[in-house]
């Protein structure tokens, strides 16, 4: 563990983490886990998606398979799980600013590209083809978190059945985190 130096903590209970430190450890307006343990504070990034990455794979897995498309997963950075094997290579990448402006819009959002609708850019490099996409956006009573989406790589529209399944695995999702912040 390496010091990095000493703070302050001010009158109303503040700690300010060096800038090198958030820089680092990318937390910038990110929240952080706080532990005691006998006389050492701890504190640690928070990020519920690594915390639950059995859950949303099983969700994402669920999803596509009885749907019939794929089923993505991310953070507000990149793509955390994806469904089968198909598109297993964009897992990890980078998300566009398009999608990132979508998933702070806070709406749901449904596109049929076949309707002329043009379609949002989902990687910050290359692209991925879709007919439709489903993404609703994911956030818990303090910040957004990234978003969970459908894709149709095939010609398929997607309606009402594909949004109201994605607002359940959702509803699973931050169920779950609710529960653990609870124990």
Same mark, same amino acid.
């Given at each position: 563990?390496?010091?990095?130096?000493?703070?302050?903590?001010?009158?109303?209970?503040?700690?300010?983490?060096?800038?090198?430190?958030?820089?680092? @450890? #990318? !937390? /910038?307006?990110?929240? $952080?886990?706080?532990?005691?343990?006998?006389?050492r504070l701890i504190i640690k990034k928070y990020a519920p998606f690594s915390l639950y990455k059995k859950l949303l794979?099983?969700?994402?897995?669920? @999803? #596509? !398979? /009885?749907?019939?498309? $794929?089923?993505?997963?991310g953070d507000m950075q990149r793509?955390?799980?994806?469904s089968g094997e198909a598109l297993k290579l964009i897992k990890g990448k980078a998300i566009s600013e398009e999608l990132r402006k979508k998933i702070f819009e806070e709406r749901n959002f449904l596109l049929n590209v076949k309707r002329g609708y043009d379609a949002i850019k989902i990687l910050e490099e290359g692209d991925l083809e879709y007919y439709s996409?489903?993404?609703?956006p994911i956030k818990d009573e303090f910040s957004q978190l990234g978003?969970?989406?459908?894709?149709?790589?095939e010609q398929v529209e997607f309606c009402e059945k594909e949004l109201n399944a994605l607002k359940i695995?959702?509803?699973?999702?931050?169920?779950?985190?609710?529960?653990?912040?609870?124990?």
């Open positions: 563990m390496k010091n990095r130096g000493i703070v302050k903590i001010d009158e109303v209970g503040r700690l300010v983490i060096p800038k090198d430190v958030r820089n680092m @450890l #990318a !937390l /910038n307006d990110k929240l $952080v886990r706080v532990y005691v343990d006998d006389d794979s099983a969700l994402c897995e669920e @999803l #596509a !398979l /009885n749907l019939s498309c $794929v089923c993505i997963v793509i955390t799980e994806v996409i489903c993404i609703l978003f969970i989406a459908l894709i149709a790589t695995a959702k509803a699973l999702f931050l169920t779950a985190i609710k529960t653990q912040k609870e124990r």
